[in-house]
């Protein structure tokens, strides 16, 4: 399995605009989490998913943000208006079942200037 | 109360010796609960999970748990210089199976 995938690796952007960062969980997991580090906060947990379904998006800093999951292949993580202080590490984790361990993608480094 | 709690480091080591580094939870209903260890630039990468009280080896890794105390310990036997990192602490509560990392623990082994 190639593991989670997730797109794209490195974004710049002006602030103002829009981004969508991309995840694809490993086949066949039902758990889809996306999570944002930066140095201050560490590894925050923004939105979780079961069964495609959000389950808890409590972390979601602020209404500029949201997040979906269409099917079991595939999530977006949206920003509009992008700020400044949205630059992070964006990761997608994923796993299976509801006791497991969640196994990470690469991130996404996000810089809003 | 932070949820999970992990004391930062940095933790110096030197080559050989025994690493400890631990962690406390703040829910006394989780279940779940793993090691990751995360290099600079990288993802984390999960090293160990636990799920019962007592200890839990996988080559010169160690996880203990004490559901008691709501605490999570992990030994690193014979350390060598690639094990230098962040550890990070991370416990899957039990209702709504949410993931929370503490804010890791940063590793040096000294040669």
């Known amino acids: 399995d190639a593991g989670v995938i997730q797109s794209p690796r490195h974004e710049v952007t002006e602030m103002g605009q829009e981004v969508t960062l991309r995840c694809k969980p490993i086949s066949g997991h039902n758990s889809l989490f996306w999570y944002r580090q930066t140095m201050m906060r560490g590894l925050e947990l923004l939105i979780y998913?079961?069964?495609?379904?959000?389950?808890?998006d409590s972390g979601m800093p602020e209404d500029r943000f949201s997040a979906k999951m269409p099917n079991a292949s595939f999530s977006t993580l949206k920003i509009q208006p992008s700020e400044p202080r949205d630059s992070a590490v964006y990761f997608c984790?994923?796993?299976?079942?509801?006791?497991?361990?969640?196994?990470f993608g690469q991130g996404t480094r996000l810089t809003v200037v | 109360q932070k949820e999970v709690e992990q004391n930062s480091g940095p933790l110096s080591v030197p080559e050989g010796a025994i690493a400890s580094l631990n962690c406390t939870y703040s829910?006394?209903?989780?279940?779940?609960f793993f090691w990751y260890r995360q290099y600079s630039g990288k993802s984390p990468e999960l090293i160990m999970s636990?799920?019962?009280?007592g200890d839990k080896e996988d080559g010169r890794f160690t996880a203990q748990l004490n559901k008691a105390s709501q605490y999570v310990s992990l030994l690193i036997r014979d350390s060598q210089p690639s094990d230098s990192a962040t550890y990070l602490c991370a416990v899957r509560d039990s209702s709504a199976s949410k993931i929370i990392f503490g804010s890791g623990t940063r590793l040096s082994i000294r040669p």
């Open positions: 998913f079961n069964n495609n379904v959000p389950i808890d």
């Open positions: 829910d006394r209903v989780s279940q779940s």
């Open positions: 636990i799920y019962s009280n």
């Open positions: 984790a994923s796993s299976l079942g509801q006791e497991a361990e969640a196994f």
